[in-house]
């Protein structure tokens, strides 16, 4: 593998436009498909094979018109004043109008008005009516009133019992991001034009929201501060730009050819997310650590930039592949899942980052092949000089004096490095999970202030109804008026639920929905009682309905979808686990070619999930220290950022792993100690770790500040775990545990090490095979380094 990598790493130096063309010719590519196909993003959470799935895609076969995407806007009057004013209502009613006139709604009013010409024949009336009767007055004590005009009332829209606030609830022919572009926004625009003239405030919902926010100010300034990092740990401009032009290319390749079928399959917005994280943070850190190795082979070995660079790839290139391939395998664990979501975030992502891997070992050396000698400066030679001349600067170093602090004291350093994961990690034993609702959002934005206003106007299960869909067992039978008043008055006496009422019915008659608004929150445990008490009482209720008409009850809503997207994802989770467990610890004992690295690291990363879902509770469910991160709503924590947190962070964790075991190890192979050759590995590792950890964490961080809920917990979760990682597992933890184990930290079976194929990730063979040109001056630095005192 090292001489392979030697020799691509060299080619690519060689002669760098047949590299850099080629690679142009494939940006060229996907930036023209990305201008012949338009973005298409969805937000919405699909979860196939759940109980509120299925009755969600029943409803698009039985039901169409209810299965386009739902809008919900709420008019606020203003301060003094009531709906009932007739310059207030009169302009609500004009902005009703311009909502159902709007391209793209459907306008329920004209097939109502047919229905109501048809009197008491009417079967939607007659089901109407007797709905109405069996599920009474609802319990609230907040009972809104339909908006009226000319003596009837508008659909889909009710007024508030103090009459301060208008409900509006209507739906689009198609999913809100099948729409074209602007629809929703636009929408909202044509209800503010004509509310505006009585004073009215118009607030639009959560499920408004149109294509997601994917990069915003929070993100680039990560990108700026891991510049910042680059130039710092390289100390050249010209090094320092390197890797960020890896990874915009990779992020430009990989999320960019992502977004070319968008139009094939549906996309998340925290695909798109997710894979623009991880693009940009393991582009930056894969380059840096490639680029770092081909200067400390120029400035401390005294070899070329071509040579150093071809020595780079094949070394430290190795390190790279092999760290890469663990994060794509516990990507493509999330296969095993069998969901199609996570499956999605899964390929995307894992393409990404094998697109970042390409980079770096072909477009990164080619680079460096324009670049030449100019990686290394005068004034970085100059001062790499006057330390070679000082040999003992190398025992001096912090990173040095930090690993011999660490071996020495290496009973401390475990104790230190196990407690405080598991004290943070406590909250984790609180952790409710749940989609985000418009409480997840900021009180300054508009999905909040329509979640709080509708919670204080109408009462707070109004800003999560369930629909209740009920089906004749018959394809050809009607339900009947009676059979909807005995399922309505069932599920009136379900504790919890403040109302009942029929929100339609398809042609044939042999499918109603109800909506049930229950007297709690969408996210709220109350809410999710009623869910599961709905559901265990659906065969008793089918079986009261009489023998004449059979009837099947299905739940769904956004609290159902909750729910069960949790059960669904709790029951993979330990599949998952085991897979990727299983998968790295083979490449782990591969690389390592030790028993005890492999089972350490596995270890580690368990404390550090820990203490990630710990934290993260803390800080959104708790609502500690939320003014940090510029957030002031409290929401459980998103359903989906387990299972894929887990993916992500142990394949991240393993990259730390690589970088700085196996620097151990090259100096363990090469002679040194086990002692010493932990120091020495810590001594090189360290800073280029620290460097990298800092670029992911300000990559992550950025997303903090992105405005959905889903994308500011994962990125929180990403860099509180990266931080915990990197500098409590990795930095402390590991060398603690290495300098514990000495010798036996190495131990492999021998029938096992004759088994075990070798990947020279260190370059031994490479050595052997190609040795490189030894320069007398640059062997005082280097010997410093591998024979570092231990007692310090």
Same mark, same amino acid.
């Given at each position: 593998m090292s001489v392979l990598l030697y020799r691509l790493g060299r080619f690519a130096y060689g002669k760098p436009w047949y590299v850099i063309?080629?690679?142009?010719?494939?940006?060229?590519?996907?930036?023209?498909?990305?201008?012949?196909?338009?973005?298409?993003?969805?937000?919405?959470?699909?979860?196939?094979?759940?109980?509120?799935?299925?009755?969600?895609?029943?409803?698009?076969?039985?039901?169409?018109?209810?299965?386009?995407?739902?809008?919900?806007?709420?008019?606020?009057?203003?301060?003094?004043?009531?709906?009932?004013?007739?310059?207030?209502?009169?302009?609500?009613l004009a902005a009703v109008d311009a909502v159902y006139r709007h391209d793209h709604v459907i306008d329920t009013r004209k097939a109502l008005a047919e229905e109501a010409a048809k009197g008491d024949s009417s079967p939607l009336a007659q089901a109407q009516a007797a709905v109405a009767r069996a599920a009474g007055q609802p319990s609230s004590g907040r009972t809104p009133v339909p908006l009226q005009l000319d003596g009837q009332p508008v659909p889909g829209v009710v007024v508030s019992a103090d009459g301060s606030a208008a409900l509006m609830q209507f739906q689009f022919d198609e999913q809100t991001y099948e729409l074209p572009s602007g629809t929703v926004d636009s929408t909202v625009e044509a209800a503010e034009r004509e509310a505006t003239r009585g004073g009215l405030d118009v607030l639009p919902s959560a499920s408004m929201m149109e294509i997601p926010e994917v990069i915003g100010a929070g993100e680039a300034v990560g990108v700026v501060v891991a510049a910042i990092v680059l130039l710092v740990t390289l100390g050249s401009v010209v090094a320092a730009g390197l890797p960020l032009v890896i990874a915009l290319v990779g992020v430009t390749v990989g999320v960019g050819g992502a977004f070319t079928l968008s139009t094939v399959f549906e996309i998340?917005?925290?695909? %798109?997310?997710? /894979?623009?994280?991880?693009? +940009?943070?393991?582009?930056?850190?894969? *380059? @840096?650590?490639?680029?770092?190795? &081909? !200067?400390?082979?120029?400035?401390?070995?005294?070899?070329?930039?071509?040579?150093?660079?071809?020595?780079?790839?094949?070394?430290?290139?190795?390190?790279?592949?092999?760290?890469?391939?663990?994060?794509?395998?516990?990507?493509?664990?999330?296969?095993?899942?069998?969901?199609?979501?996570?499956?999605?975030?899964?390929?995307?992502?894992? %393409?990404?980052? /094998?697109?970042?891997?390409? +980079?770096?070992?072909?477009?990164?050396? *080619? @680079?460096?092949?324009?670049?030449? &000698? !100019?990686?290394?400066?005068?004034?970085?030679?100059?001062?790499?000089?006057?330390?070679?001349?000082?040999?003992?600067?190398?025992?001096?170093?912090?990173?040095?004096?930090?690993?011999?602090?660490?071996?020495?004291?290496?009973?401390?350093?475990?104790?230190?490095?196990f407690l405080i994961p598991v004290i943070l990690a406590v909250p984790a034993a609180d952790m409710r999970m749940g989609l985000p609702s418009g409480a997840s959002f900021n009180t300054d934005t508009a999905q909040r202030q329509s979640y709080d206003l509708v919670s204080d106007a109408f009462g707070p299960g109004y800003n999560g109804p369930l629909m209740i869909a009920v089906n004749s067992t018959a394809e050809e039978r009607p339900l009947t008026p009676a059979t909807l008043a005995a399922v309505t008055a069932d599920l009136r006496n379900v504790k919890g639920a403040t109302s009942v009422s029929l929100a339609g019915m398809n042609s044939a008659g042999t499918t109603a929905i109800l909506t049930l608004v229950p007297g709690s929150g969408p996210n709220d445990d109350a809410t999710k009682d009623v869910v599961t008490a709905v559901r265990d009482a659906s065969a008793r209720i089918s079986a009261t309905?009489?023998?004449?008409?059979?009837v099947t009850i299905g739940v769904t809503g956004f609290t159902a979808l909750a729910i069960d997207v949790s059960d669904r994802l709790a029951d993979a989770l330990p599949l998952y686990v085991a897979t990727v467990l299983g998968l790295s610890l083979i490449v782990l004992l591969l690389v390592f070619r030790s028993v005890m690295v492999p089972v350490t690291a596995t270890l580690g990363f368990l404390l550090t999930i820990a203490a990630t879902f710990g934290v993260t509770t803390a800080v959104f469910q708790w609502g500690w220290l939320q003014g940090l991160i510029a957030l002031d709503a409290?929401?459980?924590?998103?359903?989906?950022?387990?299972?894929?947190?887990?993916?992500?962070?142990?394949?991240?964790?393993?990259?730390?792993?690589?970088?700085?075991?196996?620097?151990?190890?090259?100096?363990?192979?090469?002679?040194?100690?086990?002692?010493?050759?932990?120091?020495?590995?810590?001594?090189?590792?360290?800073?280029?770790?620290?460097?990298?950890?800092?670029?992911?964490?300000?990559?992550f961080a950025g997303f903090v500040f992105n405005a959905q809920p889903m994308v500011k917990q994962a990125g929180f979760a990403l860099a509180a775990g990266i931080v915990i990682d990197a500098f409590v597992i990795r930095m402390t933890l590991i060398p603690a545990t290495m300098a514990l184990a000495q010798e036996k930290a190495w131990w492999l079976p021998a029938w096992l090490d004759r088994v075990l194929p070798d990947l020279d990730v260190e370059g031994d063979k490479l050595a052997q095979k190609i040795p490189p040109p030894r320069p007398a001056a640059a062997q005082p630095h280097a010997a410093a380094v591998q024979e570092a005192d231990i007692t310090g």
């Open positions: 063309g080629g690679w142009l010719a494939v940006v060229a590519a996907v930036v023209g498909l990305l201008v012949a196909n338009p973005v298409r993003v969805s937000n919405e959470v699909r979860i196939d094979g759940t109980p509120s799935q299925q009755v969600i895609d029943d409803l698009a076969r039985s039901l169409p018109e209810a299965s386009g995407g739902q809008g919900m806007l709420v008019f606020e009057a203003p301060a003094g004043a009531r709906i009932g004013d007739r310059k207030v209502q009169s302009a609500l998340h917005s925290l695909t %798109a997310v997710l /894979a623009l994280m991880l693009g +940009l943070a393991v582009g930056i850190d894969y *380059a @840096l650590f490639i680029v770092n190795r &081909e !200067r400390r082979l120029i400035l401390d070995d005294g070899l070329d930039a071509h040579e150093a660079t071809g020595r780079a790839i094949g070394t430290a290139g190795s390190a790279v592949f092999f760290a890469g391939s663990t994060v794509i395998i516990a990507l493509a664990g999330l296969l095993v899942v069998g969901i199609t979501l996570l499956s999605t975030m899964a390929v995307v992502a894992a %393409a990404t980052i /094998a697109v970042a891997v390409l +980079l770096v070992l072909t477009l990164l050396p *080619a @680079l460096l092949g324009l670049v030449k &000698e !100019r990686v290394c400066p005068a004034r970085t030679r100059r001062r790499a000089q006057r330390r070679a001349a000082d040999a003992e600067h190398a025992r001096r170093t912090r990173a040095t004096r930090w690993g011999a602090h660490l071996v020495r004291h290496k009973y401390p350093a475990l104790a230190a490095a309905t009489g023998t004449t008409t059979g409290t929401a459980p924590v998103v359903s989906l950022l387990p299972i894929i947190i887990t993916g992500v962070l142990y394949g991240l964790a393993m990259d730390y792993q690589m970088f700085l075991v196996t620097s151990m190890r090259e100096a363990h192979v090469h002679g040194a100690t086990p002692l010493n050759a932990t120091i020495t590995g810590f001594a090189r590792a360290s800073s280029v770790v620290v460097a990298a950890a800092t670029i992911m964490v300000s990559v």
